[in-house]
Every structure is written in structure tokens, then in C-alpha cells.
């Protein structure tokens, strides 16, 4: 196993790439959106598509949100506006309460207190390496693979959102 601290350039994506086709797992980190544009990286940095179908195996984006303070919070009813930028239709969503943090000294007066994990995984399958290696779009290989039960950081965000982890406007902040 060998760990990369970050790609960052050309020649550690091919050193990375040339490793893991010789058998080493190789874990390393990279900015990108989101899994599908994590390709267009590699792409950007010349490395061949046919290396990166055949040495990625799983690529994971994250993002960090801040969490509502649990101590200092409320509720209220989302707008139709609010339902609709997370995917509700507003008739079926009628009495929907979501939180917001009330600001306070102990959350900093934010409302906030705390941050969690909203996380995206890419498993490389045959038909996303064979979309790799015919030059797909990372938004035609994200697409693709919310067609094999990829939840994108927007959906993991949304769930927060409804669960009362976080709000609509941190969602925002983060994704945006």
C-alpha cells in the first residue's frame, strides 16, 4: 500500500496511475467537485483514460457541514422555494417542519455547534470503466452511476437537511 499525500500535479497522477497498475493500492487525496469530475482531473493532467479505468477502483468525495446546536434550536415551516431546492413538491410536504440554530453565546451566536460528514462513493464497476475509456463527461459518468445506487453529496446533504443535522442555507454554503 502506498499512501499519496495529495495529487497536485501531472507527474504524481502518472507515478500514481503507473503504481496502482501493478498491483499496489495506492490511497491518496484530490480536489474535485465530486467523484465523476475526480476523472477530468486525471484527464486534465494527461494521464490516459485507460489508465484511469483500469488503476481507480473507488474514488470518495466529502464535504464537511455544520451541524444545528443541539442545545439551541427551533423549528419552522419551509417556504415552497425551500421544498423545491430540496427536490419536495410542496402539496405533499404541507406540514414539513425543518430547524435552524438560534444564535447563542455557546454556539459562538452562529446557531450552529459542531460539523458532520455528507460523502459521495464512486465504486469503479465495468460499465463506469468502459464509460471512462470511451471519454464520458464527469457529468454523464455521475449521472451513470446514480444509475447503480451512487447517492451524490447532494442527496446525502438533503437527508441531513431532513433529518435535522443541518440547514437548507449550510447546504447551500457548502455545495455552491
Do not use: W
Amino acid at each position: 500500500v502506498i499512501m499519496v499525500g495529495e495529487i497536485r500535479d501531472s507527474e504524481t497522477a502518472h507515478i500514481a496511475a503507473r503504481a496502482a497498475l501493478t498491483g499496489i493500492q495506492v490511497l491518496s487525496t484530490l480536489h474535485a467537485h465530486d467523484t465523476g469530475s475526480t476523472v477530468d482531473v486525471f484527464r486534465e493532467f494527461g494521464v490516459p483514460s485507460m489508465f484511469i479505468a483500469d488503476s481507480i477502483s473507488c474514488i470518495i468525495a466529502q464535504r464537511l457541514l455544520r451541524m444545528v446546536c443541539s442545545k439551541h434550536r427551533e423549528t419552522y415551516k419551509p417556504d415552497a422555494a425551500t421544498l423545491k431546492i430540496l427536490g419536495l413538491n410542496p402539496e405533499e410536504c404541507s406540514g414539513m417542519e425543518l430547524v435552524q440554530g438560534v444564535p447563542h453565546p455557546e454556539n459562538f451566536g452562529t446557531g450552529y455547534a459542531g460539523r458532520t460528514g455528507i460523502f459521495e462513493v464512486l465504486t469503479i464497476d465495468d460499465e463506469i470503466r468502459q464509460a471512462i475509456l470511451d471519454g464520458h463527461s464527469s457529468k454523464e459518468l455521475t449521472n451513470l452511476a446514480v444509475g447503480h445506487g451512487l447517492q451524490s453529496l447532494e442527496h446525502s446533504a438533503v437527508k441531513k437537511v431532513l433529518a435535522g443535522v443541518t440547514t437548507v442555507e449550510e447546504m447551500h454554503r457548502v455545495l455552491l
